[in-house]
């Protein structure tokens, strides 16, 4: 093994499976690689909170970003995205959104579950926010994959 798989995980010399700490568990796809299934989710997604938000901008986007992060990660900070719309697809365990919009203010929680979706954009593009207090053993039984939080943004 080289050690570089270019995914979310690498084999490590010794065999064993480790997070790619080289794109610190970035790993970006162009959205024409995905299915056309998923591409059409997105749209039915955007077209959604449309409905309920007439002030949220269309997400057009051209790629998407996997980000995993496991229950003790040193990633889970505030940050903000720059983006016009950003989609956020949660999924594994269950964990408590934060978020707040100045540095001053109290933070806001969301429970988040496997399957939920955030479209920040229109007056929550610029929210500050956070992943925080990852529930250990509260993924969906059927999903295979290590405990953790796998971050889909578009």
Known sequence: PDGRSGGLYKVTEDGRTCLNRGHFGNYPVPLGRWSPDFMD?????SQQATAVD???PPLRAASCCLKFFDP????LLW????????????VGLDLDFLW??????????LPLHSGDVLLLGGASKSLLHRPANLAPGT???GLRMRQGYLKVMV
Do not use: C, Q
Not at 79 to 90: A, E, G, P, Q, S
Not at 100 to 109: C, I, L, M, S, T
């Open 72 to 75: 003790k990660s040193k990633g």
């Open 54 to 56: 007439p002030t949220m």
């Open 100 to 109: 707040k919009a100045r540095n001053d203010d109290p933070d806001e929680v």
């Open 139 to 141: 993924a969906p039984p």
């Open 41 to 45: 989710l997105l749209e039915r997604l």
């Open 79 to 90: 940050h903000r995205h720059n983006n016009d719309v950003t989609m956020l697809i949660h």
